[in-house]
């Protein structure tokens, strides 16, 4: 099936400094999202890109869909301490109604020092 | 609303032992799953559902089963437990429209030993 190679694995910042993680794929994809894991809680959906360089904001959060359709990156601005868990990327080749079909990479565990 | 629940919240097998997982949902969405996460992995499809009466296989079904008898509902169950599905499991819920946007129980997680 479809990888996503997803980098860092971990990063450990301070308080206040910015964020970049990206993610690749081997083939193209039509749908990019990304996703937050708290401890013990399952995914939370932050954005979701639908076009090839298309660039999305979430407060702090920005996302773009690459130019390639093999990859996208995430970045946080300012982090905080409630920025720490892991970071999923997720897409899918299709649209429409077949892009509930998702590929998860293996996530960015973000530790976030006061 | 709740959005999705998920229960049991923990739950110890013995090899060779069987359970069902319980998922529901009140957001009338038409599609459900079912994903694993191991340590150090992303989620991994096992089932998924595009209404009720209909599911299909992911990547992994193997060893797992599910029904789809009404929209709300989408239990999975194991048999004959092994220790390869030792896991955490989580539930999702997605509408027909921007159907990637899934939204996920807070997970049961499974040991057999």
């Known amino acids: 099936g479809q990888q996503l190679n997803q980098s860092p694995q971990s990063m450990f910042i301070q308080e206040g400094e910015d964020v970049s993680m990206n993610c690749t794929s081997s083939?193209?994809?039509?749908?990019w999202l990304w996703y937050k894991q708290d401890p013990g809680e399952g995914p939370v959906l932050l954005i979701a890109l639908y076009k090839a360089g298309e660039l999305t904001s979430n407060g702090r959060l920005t996302a773009q869909f690459g130019i390639t359709r093999k990859d996208s990156f995430l970045n946080i601005s300012a982090s905080i301490p409630s920025d720490v868990g892991i970071y999923f990327c997720?897409?899918?080749?299709?649209?429409?109604?077949?892009?509930?079909?998702?590929?998860f990479g293996k996530g960015t565990k973000l530790s976030v020092i006061p | 609303n709740a959005g999705v629940t998920q229960t049991p919240k923990f739950r110890i097998l013995k090899i060779g032992q069987s359970m069902t997982l319980q998922c529901t949902q009140d957001m009338n969405h038409n599609y459900m799953y079912w994903y694993r996460q191991d340590p150090g992995m992303g989620l991994k499809l096992i089932y998924y559902?595009?209404?009720?009466?209909?599911?299909d296989k992911g990547e992994v079904p193997n060893g797992y089963n599910v029904s789809r008898s009404t929209t709300e509902d989408f239990p999975l169950r194991l048999e004959l437990a092994a220790p390869s599905q030792t896991s955490v499991y989580f539930c999702a819920s997605s509408p027909l429209v921007l159907a990637y946007e899934q939204y996920f129980g807070p997970g049961t997680r499974l040991t057999v030993t």
């Open positions: 083939s193209i994809f039509n749908t």
């Open positions: 997720a897409g899918s080749p299709y649209s429409g109604a077949g892009s509930y079909q998702l590929t």
């Open positions: 559902s595009v209404g009720a009466g209909i599911t």
